[in-house]
């Protein structure tokens, strides 16, 4: 049974929420299994994933040595616990690291595995890196299964430390604490396409976490690894001592299925070669026979429509594509139908697509490479479209109460998913939401001199911040408007700069968003920050219950926030007498808490930020 202890301040007597932190505690009788459902895993990363089910398998006669080295590495009793596969893009490294998950996990030997992948949300991510493997773990065996589940229950907060806090709670010390005999056989992990995490800033510690597990002497543990031979991997696997791990370098090509079965590859394939099979490839496909008013035609197609899917920050489905740039169905088919060779193209509408080679998207965005105008991509005008394609779709269909729960004090939880994501909030709205700020920072866009901002804080702001707590996404906020704010000119000085300029009337207000030739372009940098004032303070109460964005977040905000000026028609009418607050924000911005008394304070140097540690065993900040 779950218990919950909840403090701050509780709004209005028939709405049991309270504006605050909530703190969960666990009886010991709480099952393992449900323990387990609260780490926030990936399961699309897995090998057997659904995303993964596209049959790729091994040319003939072409991979079967690498295959049986890999397998004599993983059945021997060497001290080479790492075996890291590296090649270039088309050398086929997905479909080996699939054909090993597969015959390992028919062994009962697979502990598990995660497939990263470019262009799919969250799987370039380590965020959820260490709660996947260790969910896997944990159904490798019982025992294992019950350290892990102990580790959650130990550190209600787990999910919210770092990278390798996770990974030393929820895997090194579960393993260390088994028997020596828990696994009679080497437990194979398998990790796939490192160099398509996103972060080459923290890919040494990715790989220094997998180092430190194989270091625990309770289990023989082999790590398969993937990636191509990028300089940070190389830097990150040159830490690790070679009597650790074991390198093999993959050249020539496997192929999906038959698809460009007709190009030989040699024993290397360089980029000069690589780029004159993607050009025959796109010229055979999309100029062949065609009259000089149907090739103007599908260079604009391939342009709109290509040209998204390869700058996307998540895979979308064919459906879902057609919904965010405003097109047809059949419109999004026409330039794709004949890129098979190039792209996994879908056949059911909710299905995604997905590039077949990474570095396809790598040759259209280059035009060093890609020389041929029809097909080269202009990264800032593709990313500059999809920016106003999220303003469009999330002024259609962002509105008050998006599952139209009725209720002010309805909890995320307590919503079934199901009717989030198919019914209510579609995986393209969803999409605009949570990447509409990331387009516009690639884009050649001013934020200065574009109207659809200004309409955006003006009148969609607060069902923003609703729609990305109920899709679990409302952090992702924060950080867009820290990125927005950014790119904005500084003002001189910031506090009074969310007050001054903005006591008039409304119309006067938002008519200074968008500047006209001569004025002080200062103001919308004055919304965006109060915007971020404002999530930072209600981030807690919004993401346990959406609506409350219309109701404690706004009774609860200074009298001078421009949001809360920009939103009091919300409230509910019940609500009659507000309670008195200070005028202005606070210098401070935002605190973690504790659930355990603190036991140690630090500061940092320039004094923004303060940090403790508890005997929840967890170091929380605040920052100023």
Known sequence: METRAIRGNMFGDNIRIHQGDVIHHYDPDTSLERLLERLDSLPEASFDAANKQRGESCLPDTRRDVLAQIRKWADGDGNKHIYWLKGMAGTGKLTIALMVAHQYSYKRRLGASFFFSRGGGDLTSARRFATTIAVQLAESSPELHKRIAGAVASCPRIRGLGLYDQWERLVLQPLAQLGAEAFSQPLVIVVDALDEYDNNDDVSLLVRCLAAAVAVEQVDLKLFVTSRPDQPINVSFDGISTDVHQDFILYGGTIAGERLAHIVFAERLPTIELDRMYMTVLEYSLTTKLDPEETERIRELFRRIVGTIVVLFDALSPASLAMLLDQSKETIALPLSSLHLLLDVPEKEDRLFWLLHPSFREFLLDEQRCTHAMFCIDAKKAHRHLFDCCLRIMAGHLRQDMCDLGRLGMRVGDIPRSDVNKKKVPFAVQYACRYWAYHLERSDVDPQGHGGIADFFETRFLFWQETLALIGRLADGIAMLQLLESRLPVTNRRKRSTTTGFRGSFSKMMATLVPRRGQNPSSLRAVVYDAKRFLLSHSSIIEEAPLQAYCSALVFSPEASIIRRLYMH??????????????DWSV???????????????????????????????VRGSIF
């Open 570 to 583: 919300q409230l509910p009418k019940w609500i009659v007498r507000a309670p008195a607050l200070s005028e």
């Open 588 to 618: 401070h911005l935002q605190t973690l808490s504790h659930s355990e008394s603190v036991h140690a304070v630090a500061f940092s140097p320039d004094g923004r930020l303060i940090v403790s540690g508890s005997d929840d065993e967890t």
